[in-house]
């Protein structure tokens, strides 16, 4: 069974900063497209970042305040975040398209998403 699990989440005032990872388990053969989102109350799903390889794209909320990066070797995709606002309150999941095998043994690719992590900036 695959599965992403994020962490980091916490509250942090305006100007700090924090630091989401979302880590893949289970068995899969490999990880293509990485994606963080974020829901704030009351509106939908919004993309925040994400990496193709070394491709990496931003919402232009948050372009030169947040990183996205990936350790293939982990199997973990991050999320630095800097400069944090309060508009920046929300609860942020990962997104991947991973590569894994299915009960015939073909691999095939799903997208899975992290259970969500909780991320306030408040003063």
């Known amino acids: 069974q695959v599965q992403l699990v994020n962490s980091g989440g916490g509250s942090v005032q305006p100007g700090g900063s924090l630091r989401l990872s979302c880590a893949a388990s289970?068995?899969?053969?490999?990880?293509?497209?990485c994606a963080w989102y974020r829901q704030a109350p009351g509106k939908s799903r919004e993309l925040v970042a994400q990496?193709?390889?070394?491709?990496?794209n931003y919402a232009d909320s948050v372009k030169g305040r947040f990183t996205i990066s990936r350790d293939n070797a982990k199997n973990m995709v991050h999320l630095q975040m800097n400069n944090l606002t309060l508009e920046d309150t929300a609860v942020y999941y990962c997104?991947?398209?991973?590569?894994?095998?299915?009960?015939?043994?073909?691999?095939?690719?799903?997208?899975?998403w992290g259970q969500g992590t909780q991320v306030t900036v408040s003063s």
């Open positions: 990496i193709k390889s070394v491709w990496t």
């Open positions: 997104n991947a398209d991973i590569i894994h095998p299915d009960d015939s043994g073909t691999n095939v690719q799903t997208n899975y």
């Open positions: 289970g068995n899969f053969f490999a990880i293509n497209d």
